[in-house]
C-alpha cells in the first residue's frame, strides 16, 4: 500500500492539507487520528468527502506511539485487504513522521511504501512557533503531558524529515501577505531540500518523494544541511575551529551567539571529552548539547577530521561577531600544552 503521510503542529492545518491532499486524489480513503484527554484515541476515514468511519478508542497506555502500533497500522491493513492500493494518512499533531513510519513497519514489514511525506504548516505562525517556550502539552498542541519538547523542536524535526511542505491558511485568521512571505523564506532557509507547495491550488505531480534514508541523515545528531542559495532576509553563516574548545568559554559564546538564531546545528570538539563529538542543537530559546558519536564512527556528512564545524540560521547575523566568538573559545597554545593533547595529523596547533 502506498501511503502519502500528513504530519504537523496543528489539527486545523493537517484537516485542511489533507482535504486538499484528498481533492487530487479521488477515491483514496483519507485516515485521520486524533489523540485526546484519557489516552482516547479518535480515528476518521473519509472519502471522497464522505465520512466512511468514526470511532473512539481508549488505549491502556495513551500514547502517540500507541496510537500508530494499535490503531493506525491495524486500520490500513484492513483498507489494504479491502483492495484499497493507496491511502492518505494525517497523523495526530505532535506524531513524528518517522516515528510513524518505524511503528508501521514494526507491525507490517513490507506492507506499505511512503510516496510523500508531507508538513502541513501555516507560514504567518512558524516564527512564533520556533520560539515557543512552551513545551508541547503546554502549549495545547498534545494531549500528553510527558511530552516535552517545545513546539519548534517538533516543528525543526519535521522540516528535515519531510519531502513537502504544504502552506496552509485558516478561515478563522486573515491573512497577512507580508507576514505569509516572511514565513515561507524562512521554510526555505530552515528546509531547503524539501518543496514548498501552496495547499491552495495543489497539484499532485508538486509533492515530493520520500526517500527515508536522506530523510534520517538529515535528521542525524550533529548534521548540518545549508541552503545553496540564503532566502533574503534569513540567512545561514557557517564557521568552522579546528583546534578543541574550552567548555566554559564555549558554553558563554553559544548562549550569546544563538540569541538571534532560530535555527543552531553542527557539531564541536570539546576540551576534556576530545573522543566524542559534541552534537549541537538548538531551535528557537532550546539549545541543547547531545551525543553525536565517536570521531572515528562515521560521521553525516564524510568529516574526516576532528573540529567544531555549526551553522547558525537566522535574519539579523553578524557574521564577525559569530566568528570572533567561536575562535575565542579555541585553547591557546599554552592550554593545548597545559592539557598535553596530541593532534592529529591535518590539525597539528599552529605556533603564532
Known amino acids: 500500500m502506498h501511503l502519502i503521510i ?48 468514526r470511532e473512539s478508542t481508549v488505549l491502556e497506555h495513551g500514547c502517540l506511539s500507541c496510537t500508530v502500533r494499535f490503531d493506525l497500522a491495524p486500520a490500513l491493513l484492513r483498507l489494504a485487504a479491502a483492495g484499497e492500493t493507496r491511502a492518505i494518512v494525517g497523523l495526530p499533531p505532535g506524531t513524528t513522521a518517522e516515528n510513524a513510519i518505524d511503528g508501521l513497519r514494526a507491525v507490517a514489514p513490507g506492507v506499505f511504501t511512503v510516496d510523500t511525506v508531507a508538513l502541513a504548516a501555516r507560514p504567518e505562525d512558524i516564527e512564533d512557533q520556533l520560539w515557543d517556550h512552551h513545551t508541547l502539552f503546554g502549549a495545547g498542541y498534545t494531549a500528553v503531558p510527558e ?7 517538533f516543528l525543526m524535526g519535521e522540516l528535515l524529515f519531510a519531502d513537502t511542505i504544504l502552506t496552509t491558511s485558516s478561515e478563522l ?11 515561507q523564506q524562512l521554510l526555505r532557509e530552515l528546509a531547503p531540500h524539501a518543496r514548498l507547495v501552496p495547499s491552495d491550488g495543489l497539484d499532485a505531480a508538486a509533492l515530493g518523494s520520500h526517500s527515508c534514508e536522506q ?12 541552503p545553496t542559495l540564503s532566502s533574503q532576509p534569513f540567512r545561514t553563516v557557517e564557521h568552522r575551529v579546528s583546534r578543541p574548545l574550552h567548555p566554559e568559554r564555549f558554553q558563554t559564546a553559544l548562549g550569546a551567539i544563538s540569541v538571534g538564531c532560530c535555527f543552531v546545528r553542527g557539531s564541536a570538539w570539546i576540551a576534556g571529552m576530545l573522543d566524542l563529538r559534541v552534537a549541537v542543537h538548538g531551535v528557537g530559546p532550546r539549545i541543547s548539547l547531545g551525543d553525536g558519536g565517536a570521531w572515528g564512527a562515521e ?54
Open 299 to 352: 560521521p553525516p556528512q564524510d568529516e574526516l577530521c576532528r573540529g567544531t564545524h555549526l551553522a547558525l540560521t537566522g535574519d539579523d547575523l553578524d557574521d564577525d561577531d559569530i566568528a570572533g566568538l567561536l575562535d575565542a573559545c579555541a585553547l591557546t597554545d599554552e592550554e593545548l600544552e597545559s592539557a598535553r593533547i596530541t593532534f592529529p595529523a591535518p590539525f597539528a596547533p599552529e605556533h603564532h
Open 215 to 226: 530523510a534520517r541523515n538529515r535528521n542525524l545528531p550533529g548534521a548540518v544541511f545549508t
Open 6 to 53: 500528513l504530519t504537523s503542529l496543528d489539527v486545523l492545518s493537517r484537516n485542511t492539507a489533507a482535504s486538499l491532499v484528498a481533492d487530487e486524489f479521488p477515491h483514496v480513503p483519507v485516515v485521520l487520528h486524533d489523540l485526546l484527554d484519557g489516552g482516547v484515541v479518535m480515528r476518521r476515514i473519509h472519502s471522497d468527502d464522505q465520512l466512511i468511519e
Open 147 to 153: 511530552d516535552s519538547r517545545t513546539p519548534g523542536e
Open 173 to 183: 485568521i486573515c491573512d497577512d501577505a507580508a507576514l505569509s512571505a516572511r514565513g
